[in-house]
């Protein structure tokens, strides 16, 4: 199944002003990255974005709607601070925003 058109096309409008933006296939979807770093990562499914935000905000970052602690396959944890946020969640502009926003953050303040 291929990942959402119309989802990236949102993220990729989203992330316009970005420097240093690419996107490339991984994890079944299609992954934005800036400064050579994932940001989100657009899949298919119910659980359609993937985020890589600070880990020691993912416990506040889960309480919102949508969001879950990313797992790859049935069981496997992707580790701290990866989360998927269901297409349910993401309708409204500003869910999306937040998102990317949160991602963007980590991203321009972390080193790995």
Not at 7 to 15: E, K
Not at 63 to 89: C, F, P, Y
């Amino acid at each position: 199944m291929p990942y959402d058109e119309l989802l990236a096309d949102r993220v990729r409008a989203t992330l316009a002003d970005e420097a240093n933006l690419r996107e490339q296939k991984m994890f079944g979807g299609l992954a934005f990255l800036v400064r050579d770093k994932m940001v989100v990562c657009v899949g298919t499914g119910s659980r359609a974005l993937l985020v890589r935000v600070d880990g020691v905000r993912e416990p506040e970052y889960l309480q919102r709607e949508g969001a879950h602690h990313a797992v790859m396959g049935r069981d496997r944890s992707m580790g701290q601070g990866w989360i998927t946020i269901d297409a349910a969640s993401l309708t409204i502009e500003a869910a999306l925003e937040f998102w990317v926003a949160a991602a963007l953050e980590h991203n321009a303040n972390s080193a790995d």
